[in-house]
């Protein structure tokens, strides 16, 4: 088993920054991919950005926010951030972060490829 506990979101202006944080504990050293969703009120959960935590850390982000919105992980922390910068109201939404367990087939974008979710986090940019 693998909790997440997400962390981080909050009221910004548009423009404006937030830092995202995922933190895991139990079996987090049988970790192979994160990444980070969102959903927004009405909406289907989307794909945002996506890690992979072993083998050179291969990244992808969803267009919308390619050039705005940087993953990174801390390996020796167990944990997983979003940089999100120039934040529109779009992307106002709940931010989840998932983790996959080691096995292939890994679509970064599908949320049929994670096992574990965290509780979720609001993110409202307001224009």
């Known amino acids: 088993q693998v909790q997440l506990v997400e962390s981080g979101g909050g009221l910004v202006q548009a423009g404006g920054s937030l830092r995202l944080s995922c933190t895991a504990s139990g079996r987090t050293f049988s970790t192979y991919a994160m990444g980070w969703f969102r959903q927004a009120p009405a909406k289907e959960r989307e794909f945002v950005a996506a890690?992979?935590?072993?083998?050179?850390?291969?990244?992808s982000y969803t267009d919308s926010v390619k050039g705005r919105f940087t993953i990174s992980r801390d390996n020796a922390k167990n944990t997983l951030y979003l940089q999100m910068n120039s934040l529109k109201p779009e992307d106002t939404a709940v931010y989840y972060c998932?983790?996959?367990?080691?096995?292939?087939?890994?679509?970064?974008?599908?949320?049929?490829?994670?096992?574990?979710w965290g509780q979720g986090t609001q993110v409202t940019v307001s224009s």
């Open positions: 890690i992979r935590w072993i083998r050179g850390g291969t990244i």
């Open positions: 998932a983790q996959r367990s080691p096995r292939t087939g890994w679509d970064p974008a599908s949320d049929l490829s994670y096992d574990y």
